[in-house]
């Protein structure tokens, strides 16, 4: 029998604290019924020893208590939502049902617990996000929003809770689902503060000496971005004062990880990052004017006092973000030069930028509607890929993934209706949101009366009409060109079907020519005439041929080439083998492609063309289930953390190292900028040259007003060579920047 569960003294004492702090939030609509039933249903479950710790030990009815603290204060989640969050670990164990909850407390908690049940199904399954159970999930999510909120602040608890636990590789599963699917939930939700908790956690689990040094860097330059704060402030405080405008100010620092990936994305430390905060207006408007001229006021005192910068306004008050979000950015010229960000809003505008779209529970005003009614349609779309049999599971998270963190613009259609599309959305995603039909009969669009490709990305503002053709097909080059889930989903669709297609007649075809050459058709001789034809496998050739776009007239030539291949192997990796007393079934030695076929038991690496590691790079492998090829990427690489949520098992444990082949040159293309002057690209060729005796393959630099910027594409041995290059580059006079691209 087991021990009756037994709470610690400071877990008693963090429930009692809890319990008071929440029924304080709630007293206007949880009853002491409720309250009573709820307390003796928990001791009734520890007196039958239903309660248990969960794998990181902790104890459930506070994580309850934590969890429901989050979903009422920082979300503002009411009665239902709380009383399903602690009876939900009940019913997941069997000793209490939704029945039996519809009679004790109502159907709304009813409802709730039945969306949660259904949730942790699912997750029994499959523990990670991967493949298409992660469609069920979500259309969990979808069913009801209390579900998805409470997952979310779950979450959040959960991330807080195991800082210190030993068990890592749990540890890392959680951060990496948290960053894959719930942060960008929180995103889309407009619980950008819970959101930005989130992602900093992820990266405290999973890069913890990253963000150590940011938060450290963070700390050590504390003092003077106060001073330079104050400094700021003061002639708007003074002008605020002077207007009688009642208000709050101050200047919020940078999450660390929104730091870290802009270091990441531009390829920059942490020195050069300069809008680490923004300066943040929170005020209480007046009966009248309306708060939308309110707001354009305080800009005005604003812009009177710094010089704004004209392309970073954005107006999210006239047209709100579809999770609700209001509010006025500007970017103006501040003290020493130095541009800052200054955010806009009332205090209603500030508890839904805070709290999200359960904010909007509490206002009560003309707007929300359309802003429901937007969030709505996001819900629709979202139904609607999750019903699509056309899409396969991992470009369905992508594509998810993209709709929940991109920006939105506004543009038009010729009659005048405006329609919302995502920052960096071309012609041709328009013509998709339209219909499907629009899309794959487009040819051009007409932006503001003026025809354009149809691949033109559109603006803000912008009037599009579409130009179609009967005739008109898509093209595989658009799903490089769409940036839409909806568009890339329709093109990939009608793709398919095209594709299928070509595949059963380039199969006649080929087997009708082989016939005549009295060639028996098999997979040997498949194998042999694929690469002739600059195919990765034998339902490209089949495709190629019934396209058209591979001609057959000279088959009989290439079955006569001698296949074996007199490609050189450049480089290899290799996984260090085991110790004798070891198993190892694995840890055989390989070489990377190009090379010669290898035996069957020696690993096949690739190198991930997403970031392109070079030997001394940091690698993991991920094995492609197709091929059974490693795809080898760099440990900090972003499409490497998207294989590792969805296809985790797939992630190679041992460690991949590079093999010293000093003799042999990787081609690195780096990046430089600086300010022009005589002779510049003579000392650039002396270091590289003369200095290090590397090879210059290809200089593109170009100067305009005093500065000069391009690319030059080395030959280096190692990652190392290529870093000591570099920092020799940045000593020259005039170079301000030097950094590695993946190009």
Known sequence: MEEKFVFTEEEKHACEALTKEIHEMLNDTLTGTDVERLRTHIHSEIEARHIERDRFGLNPVLKALMTAKVAVGDIGLRRDSLLAIMLYESVLRGHYDTTLARKDFGEGVATILQGLVRVQELYSKTPIVESENFRNLLLSFAEDMRVVLIMIADRVCLMRQIRDTPNKEAQHEVAEEASYLYAPLAHKLGLYQLKSELEDLCMKYRFPQQYAEITQKLQESEASRREFINKFNAPIIAS??????????????????????????????????????????????????????????????????????????????????????????????????????????????????????????????????????????????????????????????????????????????????????????????FAYDIHSKIGNSAISAKINHKLEPITTQINSGDQIEIITADNARPKPEWLETVTTAKAKQSIKSFLKRERQNNIERGMQMLDEKMKSLNVKLSGRVLRKIT?????????????????????????????????????????????????????????????????????????????????????????????????????????????????????????????????????????????????????????????????????????????????????????????????????????????????????
């Open 240 to 429: 605020l004062n002077r207007d009688n405008i009642n208000y709050e100010i101050s200047g919020r620092v940078k999450s660390v990880y929104s730091i870290w990936s802009k270091m990441q994305r531009k390829q920059i430390p942490f020195e050069e990052i300069y809008d680490l905060f923004a300066i943040r207006i929170v005020f209480k408007p007046l009966p009248f004017p309306s708060e939308k001229t309110q707001c354009w006021q305080i800009y005005s005192t604003i812009t009177d006092i710094y010089t704004p910068k004209p392309d970073r306004l954005r107006d999210w008050i006239s047209m709100p973000k579809a999770n609700g979000y209001e509010a006025l950015h500007s970017t103006v010229m501040g003290p020493d030069g130095v541009w800052v960000e200054v955010q806009i809003r009332t205090q209603r505008m500030e508890d839904i930028a805070e709290r999200g779209f359960a904010a909007h529970w509490k206002y009560k005003h003309a707007t929300i509607s359309q802003d429901e009614d937007e969030f709505d349609k996001w819900l629709k779309q979202i139904r609607a890929a999750l019903n699509s049999p056309t899409e396969n599971a991992v470009d369905f998270l992508d594509n998810f993934k993209l709709s929940l963190y991109t920006s939105e613009i506004v543009v038009f259609t010729p009659k005048g209706e405006a329609r919302k599309m995502p920052f960096g959305a071309t012609a041709l995603d």
């Open 531 to 743: 690469p002739i034809y600059d195919s990765k496998n034998k339902e490209e050739l089949y495709s190629k041929i019934g396209a058209g776009i591979v001609s057959l007239d000279n088959l009989d030539k290439a079955l006569k080439v001698n296949s074996k291949s007199k490609i050189l192997k450049f480089w290899t990796l290799f996984i260090p083998q085991k110790k004798e007393d070891e198993t190892d079934d694995a840890a055989i030695p390989g070489e990377i492609a190009p090379a010669e076929e290898a035996p069957a038991t020696e690993p096949q690496f690739e190198i991930a063309e997403c970031c392109k590691p070079i030997p001394g790079d940091k690698v993991v492998g991920y094995r492609d289930p197709a091929s059974g090829n490693i795809i080898v990427h760099k440990a900090t690489c972003d499409e490497l953390n998207r294989l590792a949520t969805q296809f985790g098992r797939n992630i190679v444990k041992e460690e991949i190292k590079w093999s010293q082949h000093k003799a042999m040159s990787y081609l690195v293309t780096t990046e430089l900028r600086g300010i022009d002057r005589q002779g510049i690209l003579l000392d650039l060729a002396k270091v590289v040259s003369a200095d290090f005796n590397i090879n210059i393959r290809e200089v593109n630099i170009h100067s305009h007003d005093g500065i000069f910027e391009g690319n030059v594409s080395l030959y280096v041995k190692d990652a190392e060579s290529l870093h000591a290059v570099m920092d020799k580059l940045r000593k020259i006079k005039g170079i301000e920047s030097v950094k590695r691209t993946l190009s």
